[in-house]
């Protein structure tokens, strides 16, 4: 890849993909961990001081599309001006005449935050037009946006191919990072896999297959595979569409001999909120309107033993709904235990980054502490990911 450090950037318009998909708090609505925000520093602050106009854009959240407020990336600018101690501009859309006008008046020295790609149809789409209107903007394309790179998407895929382009600094450490996991780490090694949705993770789980000694599962992920087993999850998060292909991968985990640890023990309650009651009771007692929200004791036990004993342990996604308090605790021994671990532990993902905070956990109390979760598990698969492979070009 080439080298940012070996051009000049005085008076160049940067366009500077990051990953900004911050968590909000869903009642303050104000970004409620500000690690992914603070780990593009590096690079911004090397742009500006180099006599850069820095034009940041970013995607956050699932809008689908449609410009959706909820999404908007407002509370970020916020954040990003106070940590950068320098004023940022920001503009309502991504690309228009407006945001040409704003950008043809900017100055060395000065940053732009453009709304939410995503609020463009054309972004996922990775469409070759809306590429070319976002490098309008730009005379240089700079990816940081390590979380993004296993998408092919206008801003991070299309872009490269129309403007030169480099790597940013975070990217290039998350790379350094995570390479030496990439031949054969050492055994046991253990993925844990949380969160709320199947569809992003099945992928991950299949192409882990053969490579993994165990799959500890929880979150909403977990709920999928319980159900497919054919116990009742009574009112919890789950994806019915999903069922047979949960079904197939566990035969196949089956045949291939790995562990694939589900909860057999569960948090469950009847209501979602910061004071909510819970009982952890065997899965086979869900019933009714209960809600699996967190791992239970017994499970998490089971989990951090296994995690005490590998050499190698990977985490992406919370195992239960870190949001409340209620249903933390699974999440928080897990990452206790991966402190506490004396094989080479990778944590990533945004939520999975915000739990370690909630949980008031450093970085260096892990090997690596990644700001990708889909990315940082695809990059670990070995696959070759469009957003690294169209700047190597
Ligand atoms: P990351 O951002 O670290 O990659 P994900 O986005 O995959 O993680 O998943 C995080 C989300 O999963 C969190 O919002 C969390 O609340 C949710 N989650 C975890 N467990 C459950 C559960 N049992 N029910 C509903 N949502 C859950
Ligand atoms: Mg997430």
Known sequence: MKNLKKIS???????????????????THKVSDISRIQACLPTIQYLLKQGAKVIIMSHLGRPKGKVMKEFRLDPVATVLERLLKVT????????????????????????????????????EKNDRGFAKKLAQLG??????????????HASTEAIAHILPSYPGFLLEKEISALSPLLGTPRRPFVLILGGAKIDTKLGVLQSFLHKVDSFLIGGGLANTFLKAEGYDIGD???????IEVAQELMLEVEKSHERFVLPRDVVVADSISDTAAT???PVE?????????DIGRKTTEHFCRII?????????GPVGLIEYKPFRKGSRDIAEAMAHAQGTTIVGGGDTLEALRLFDMQADSFDHVSTGGGAMLEFLEGKKLPGIEVLER
């Open 9 to 27: 950037l005085q008076g160049k318009r940067v366009l500077l993909r990051v990953d900004f998909n911050v968590p909000l708090n869903p009642k």
């Open 88 to 123: 940022v501009k920001k503009i309502s859309d991504c690309v228009g005449d407006t945001v040409k006008r704003e950008v043809s008046k900017m100055t060395a020295g000065q940053v732009v935050l453009l709304e939410n790609l995503r609020f463009h149809p054309e972004e």
């Open 139 to 152: 005379d240089i394309f700079v990816n940081d946006a390590f979380g993004a790179v296993h998408r092919a």
């Open 236 to 242: 919890s998060l789950y994806e019915p569409n999903k």
């Open 279 to 281: 009982v952890d009771i």
């Open 285 to 293: 007692d869900v019933e009714g309107n209960m809600k699996i929200l």
């Open 308 to 316: 005490e004993e590998a050499s190698t342990i990977v985490w992406n």
